[in-house]
């Protein structure tokens, strides 16, 4: 019984070992770790809020008079539109800040209770 060679070897590779070694060592680990890209997302995520302000700033027909923290400091929406940009900046983000904090409280009380 003659058996040939190439039928016992295994082929892992789909394309029957067609690849070059640089094609192989392509998916191989470089030893660098991966950078942490968590500033990016925080500075994209303040930019297009900011940019969202704006647009909405920009919407806004009605004059609006705004003040920041005390009344004695206000302004008018339409005199100063980059601080009324500021404002809206502001108040999206205690909105979103708002709902987080409020989702992890609801996490883990929803964590203790299910126990």
Do not use: H
């Not at 295994?10 to 890209?37: C, D, H, M, Y």
């Not at 100063?80 to 904090?101: A, E, K, Q, R």
């Amino acid at each position: 019984m003659n058996i040939d060679d190439e039928a016992k070897k295994v082929i892992w590779s789909l394309q029957n070992n067609k690849r070059s070694e640089e094609e192989r060592n392509a998916f191989k680990p470089t030893g660098k770790k991966p950078r942490n890209k968590n500033v990016v997302y925080l500075l994209s995520a303040l930019g297009i809020t900011l940019l969202m302000s704006y647009a909405l700033s920009l919407f806004s027909r009605e004059t609006v008079r705004f003040c920041f923290l005390i009344d004695s400091y206000c302004f008018n929406s339409t005199e100063n539109p980059i601080l009324y940009t500021l404002y809206v900046f502001m108040n999206l983000w205690i909105l979103i800040l708002g709902i987080t904090i409020a989702y992890l409280i609801g996490k883990k009380i929803g964590d203790r209770v299910t126990l």
